[in-house]
């Protein structure tokens, strides 16, 4: 069975007229906000595609609602609609994370009195103490690497209406930062950003799936993948060329092409292999699946029939 037989394939052309004139356009704040997000962001893929898809959101958010008021119905109690979970995975460079704070954007603008959080898996990493004690500091990225039972541990809270600590993760340090929580205290709705967001833990007694009411795979052809992380590593060096306390300052006195080297040879090494093995696999658990081209451009979307 192909991989995509569940899933009807939508083209950019045909999705960006869907519910064209029932969304209401961005207004000049809005537009600023986002170029201060991330300014190389497309406006007019804002408009033709994430609009849309935060428009299908507020579908599976009425969904949720829906059956919480049913299953009160039934049970003859008040049952509190739980807070909506997104997921949002795909490969290490392919823009997840941009992805999730736009999105984060665009549904505040769409439900102004609810809270949106966002949270990245990264902070669900074993400290580097702990992977080096395990030998596993080769392996960040891959399964073994994040503390799994936590992660659904922190998601069955959220689900619960419990306030919670999440550990933070810097790219800057290259680990987790000591003694700093993100503080996520019942929110309406949460967007969960990472590689592994799709992934089960080894015990598989609990399914990650049971927690997520959407989730996007943002997909990308390999080779694009890997110019985007070469061109991210090159910006995470100009950061750090000023700032010794950063893990990248190290690599900024290599010559240009030793530096070039060793960001291919991490690519091919563990973020490529992470995700053929690991991430790529958990592709068709996603509700939609967001194919980008060259330049982050969304040529087409797939959303799943079942
Ligand atoms: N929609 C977009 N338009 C333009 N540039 C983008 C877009 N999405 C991501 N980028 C750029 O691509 C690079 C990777 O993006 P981002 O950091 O969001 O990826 P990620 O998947 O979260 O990475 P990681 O898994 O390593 O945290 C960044 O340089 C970012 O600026
Ligand atoms: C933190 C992760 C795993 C995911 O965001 C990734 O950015 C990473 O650091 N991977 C390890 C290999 C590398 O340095 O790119």
């Known amino acids: 069975m192909n991989e995509f037989t569940n899933y009807d394939e939508i083209s950019r052309e045909k999705w960006q007229n869907l519910y064209k004139t029932s969304i209401a356009p961005l207004t000049k704040n809005e537009l600023e906000s986002i170029r201060s997000l991330n300014d190389e962001i497309s406006l007019q893929d804002v408009q ?9 959101v507020r579908l599976y958010k009425k969904n949720l609602e829906d059956m919480s008021f049913s299953k009160g119905l039934f049970l003859q109690k008040i049952v509190k609609t739980p807070p909506l979970i997104i997921g949002i995975s795909g490969s290490v460079a392919v823009g ?4 999730a704070r736009l999105v984060q954007l665009l549904l505040s603008r769409a439900f102004k009195k609810l809270s ?5 898996t990264d902070g669900f990493l074993f400290p580097n103490q702990v992977l080096e004690a395990r030998h596993l500091l080769d392996r960040k990225g891959f399964p073994e690497s994040y503390d799994m039972e936590r992660l659904l541990q922190f998601l ?5 209406g419990e306030h919670c600590q999440v550990p933070i993760y810097s790219h800057e340090i290259y680990d987790i930062l000591p003694e700093q929580m993100q503080e996520i205290d019942n929110p309406d709705i949460l967007i969960v950003e990472g590689i592994n967001v799709l992934q089960s833990p080894q015990s598989q007694l609990i399914y990650v799936s ?5 989730s996007i795979y943002v997909d990308a052809n390999e080779a694009i993948i890997e ?10 060096l100009k950061l750090a060329e000023s700032d010794e306390s950063n893990y990248y300052h190290q ?7 030793e530096v070039v080297a060793l960001a291919r040879d991490t690519w091919a ?8 093995q690991y991430i790529e696999p958990t592709r068709n658990r996603a509700e939609i699946i967001l194919h980008k081209t060259d330049n982050h451009h969304v040529d087409k979307i797939y959303l799943k029939k079942f």
């Open 269 to 276: 090494k563990v973020n490529r292999i992470n995700l053929k």
């Open 96 to 99: 997840k994370s941009t992805t």
């Open 210 to 214: 049971d927690f997520y009411d959407f």
């Open 227 to 236: 110019k985007w992380y070469l061109e991210r590593f090159d910006s995470l």
């Open 251 to 257: 690599f900024t006195k290599l010559p240009y092409d």
């Open 116 to 120: 949106v959080e966002l949270v990245t």
């Open 156 to 160: 069955y809270q959220i689900k619960n």
């Open 48 to 56: 033709d595609v994430y609009l849309p898809l935060v428009h299908l």
